[in-house]
């Protein structure tokens, strides 16, 4: 009797081996895929050294991990047992706080102690002060070519409910300067143009008849981010003194979570949904006005900006936009797929309005280097930037140590040492411009580059009529073309007014 048992056992489970291959070469059950962001490991390929140094081996470890059949189903009931009996997660992405609220950890982190410089809170307010100071030099430069600048600091989930976050016990760090706090005081201070969504809706809550942020995700929700947009493009108008089409928000209603509502949630593949109120959402149109203008919108942000562009119709409130998501990954933009490709001065310049938007979690990296590098590219050109950059090159061969530094930093990532001398000499030159461009050190707006200028007035002559007249009539008593004679007055102009810029 008990051989019986031992054969059917055996036949069990190789039945269940054999279905999990069947089922990892043909996936002939469909199943759900995991939420999150995963990196694809490919099947490796067999050489006489990968298999003699022992990689192949590691990477077929890797990939038969990952490729599995029935792999998906196995993680969601191990999660969903982790969170039936122990209220956890082995995911390092999400916290679980109270009621089944759950939050970013490093939400979490700033709001108990701060994120960055415990140890030294004064030498972060003078990081914070520097990264303003060029924020407004950059506002005064952009807004003398007729181009509007402004911050939005994004709300966090654990300002606007706290009441859910985790024990505090869990975080044991000192509370140091935290940088949506210090901020918005810079801003004030001075004169930088900024609207602070974080403080608004700590003072909205309880106050509106829909939740600020849900409970399962992450960013704030579908239906506070499209009001959200309502009274940003109403704020836009009001900085840049312009018309701009609004939008028109439809009655709320309740409805299923959508993304990114949940996206917490996702994270965790359970096997059942988390128990929750449902999500309200309502619909967005635009307002058509024929006065209108459709301005060119460039937005340097995190990922909260997303719940705004995936409900809003962009397209017919601004005539050309793009998303910079943090300073490096470009969406919206047919010529350009990374900011390292873009030519800096000619996006910005295109751009009648600029929005640097990140959230209390996010806003310690404020443009993300975008604020330098604007700086730079727009008073100095490509030959100048390019002679600093030697320079640098030039001290980093005479420094033992930082060359000791960057061979071995070389050796480590199998790089070309040269494409690692130049992409740290580029990283120095724009972490330290005011050492390398002496006219952007100092409280002083720095002068824009001469070209840039000059075709700024050219736009300007060929926009007023009454100019543009005078400079027709001058270009038949020159006998030279029309852009000649454009030319030759910007330039006149811009000596007269070189003070300006």
Not at 133 to 145: A, P, T
Not at 421 to 435: G, K
Not at 472 to 493: F, G, K, S
Request: hydrophobic fraction near 35%; aromatic fraction near 14%; charge should be negative.
């Amino acid at each position: 009797m008990e051989k019986w048992i031992y054969r059917i056992l055996c036949i069990l489970t190789m039945l269940v081996f054999a279905l999990i291959f069947i089922q990892e070469k043909t996936h002939f059950v469909c199943i759900k895929p995991l939420g999150g962001v995963v990196d694809e490991v490919s099947y490796p390929r067999i050489t006489m050294n990968s298999y003699s140094d022992m990689s192949y081996q590691k990477n077929l470890e890797k990939y038969a991990k990952q490729n599995f059949g029935f792999r998906e189903w196995l993680i969601r009931c191990y999660n969903q047992y982790l969170w039936d009996v122990f209220r956890t997660t082995n995911l390092p992405n999400v916290s679980i706080g109270k009621d089944g609220w759950l939050y970013e950890p490093w939400f979490v982190d700033d709001y108990y102690h701060g994120l960055m410089f415990n140890d030294d809170p004064e030498l972060f307010k003078d990081i914070l002060r520097t990264e303003a100071v060029r924020l407004y030099k950059l506002q005064e430069l952009l807004k003398n070519l007729g181009i509007t600048l402004f911050v939005m600091v994004e709300p966090g989930k654990d300002r606007v409910y706290p009441e859910h976050l985790p024990e505090k016990k869990y975080y044991k760090g000192p509370e140091g300067v935290k940088a949506a706090d210090y901020y918005p005081y810079l801003f004030d201070s001075l004169g930088i143009n900024y609207v602070d969504f974080s403080k608004y809706f700590v003072e909205q809550k309880g106050k509106v008849d829909y939740p600020l942020f849900p409970q399962t995700g992450t960013h704030w929700s579908n239906i506070a981010a499209v009001h959200v947009a309502d009274s940003l493009i109403r704020y836009m108008e009001a900085i840049g003194k312009m018309n701009i089409n609004n939008i028109e928000i439809g009655t709320p209603y309740c409805d299923t979570s959508r993304k990114p509502d949940d996206d917490l949630e996702l994270m965790l593949n359970l096997i059942r949904e988390i128990p929750k109120e449902p999500n309200m959402y309502a619909d967005v149109s635009v307002v058509d006005d024929t006065s209108a203008s459709r301005p060119k919108f460039l937005i340097n942000g995190d990922s909260f900006a997303w719940n705004i562009i995936n409900q809003v119709y962009m397209d017919a409130i601004f005539s050309k936009w793009q998303y910079w998501y943090y300073n490096s990954t470009i969406y919206k933009n047919p010529d350009y797929n990374s900011t390292s490709d873009v030519d800096y001065a000619a996006e910005i310049l295109g751009s009648d309005y600029i929005m640097l938007s990140y959230c209390t979690a996010m806003i310690y990296g404020l443009g993300y280097g975008f604020i330098p590098k604007a700086l730079v590219h727009l008073c100095y050109d490509d030959c100048q930037i390019d002679a600093v950059r030697d320079k640098i090159i030039a001290n980093m061969k005479c420094n033992d140590e930082w060359m000791a530094y960057l061979i071995n930093k070389a050796k480590e990532e199998g790089r070309d040492l040269d494409d690692v001398m130049y992409e740290d000499a580029t990283d120095n030159l724009f972490t330290r411009i005011e050492v390398h461009f002496p006219e952007l050190a100092g409280e002083g707006i720095p002068p824009v580059r001469r070209d840039i200028c000059i075709e700024h007035i050219k736009s300007d002559i060929y926009s007023v009529p009454e100019w543009i007249c005078e400079v027709r009539r001058q270009a038949e008593e020159w006998n030279v073309p029309l852009d000649t004679a454009v030319t030759r007055n910007a330039i006149w102009y811009y000596n007269q007014h070189k003070s300006e810029y």
